[in-house]
T-cell receptor, first 116, second 109 residues
Framework: GAVVSQHPSRVICKSGTSVKIECRSLDFQATTMFWYRQFPKQSLMLMATSNEGSKATYEQGVEKDKFLINHASLTLSTLTVTSAHPEDSSFYIC????????????FGNGTRLTVT | GQQLNQSPQSMFIQEGEDVSMNCTSSSIFNTWLWYKQDPGEGPVLLIA?????ELTSNGRLTAQFGITRKDSFLNISASIPSDVGIYFCAGHYGNKLVFGAGTILRVKS
């Protein structure tokens, strides 16, 4: 069964508003979670690494003030898209590893964000 | 960043045929993983490879971790309609998981 739960699965928002996406590890604790973005017919691009109890690590080119990440507990990480614009419309997917580094990542089912 | 070159980009095959896809890189990876993604969903792990030369099967799927640690292949035998989807290779480079561009598989029944 699913080990990573992501919510919501779909969200439509108006330009200028903020949207929060939640990612939960269901039966294990994840000190690290990863947020990916995927455009249609393209691969997954790592946006940031979410670290429990500390600041997230963002990949080059990803605006940390636009994509706020909070990893407040060992089972929950949130991604907030602030002041969303139509170009932020995309498929956002979170992931976590059950065990240590180099363990396979398990992915949530993704969130389809549409900004109108 | 590190890149994985995945090929072919897409395949359109007859049901029952075998499928082969591969990934290569100029860098050494610690692990190789193969995922399948259905439309509108997150990737699902198919096979994980941890050692150079490792050959692992999961039902009709077989994958190998290249000896040089710079490549991997995935074979699907006797394809069926539900094999349709996008297959991604991925590799751990440090603590980050890097993805290939994906192989779109279509199966003609």
């Amino acid at each position: 069964g699913a080990v990573v739960s992501q919510h919501p699965s779909r969200v439509i928002c108006k330009s200028g508003t903020s949207v929060k996406i939640e990612c939960r590890s269901l039966d294990f604790q994840a000190t690290t979670m990863f947020w990916y973005r995927q455009f249609p017919k393209q691969s997954l691009m790592l946006m940031a690494t979410s670290n429990e109890g500390s600041k997230a690590t963002y990949e080059q080119g990803v605006e940390k003030d636009k994509f706020l990440i909070n990893h407040a507990s060992l089972t929950l990480s949130t991604l907030t898209v602030t002041s969303a614009h139509p170009e932020d419309s995309s498929f956002y997917i979170c992931s976590a590893a059950r065990t240590g580094p180099n363990s396979p990542l398990h992915f949530g089912n993704g969130t389809r964000l549409t900004v109108t | 960043g590190q890149q994985l070159n995945q090929s072919p980009q897409s395949m359109f095959i007859q049901e029952g045929e075998d499928v082969s896809m591969n990934c290569t890189s100029s860098s050494i990876f610690n692990t190789w993983l193969w995922y399948k993604q259905d439309p509108g969903e997150g990737p699902v792990l198919l096979i994980a490879l941890y050692k150079a030369g490792e050959l692992t099967s999961n039902g009709r799927l077989t994958a190998q971790f290249g000896i040089t640690r710079k490549d991997s292949f995935l074979n699907i035998s006797a394809s069926i309609p539900s094999d349709v989807g996008i297959y991604f290779c991925a590799g751990h480079y440090g603590n980050k998981l890097v993805f290939g561009a994906g192989t779109i598989l279509r199966v003609k029944s």
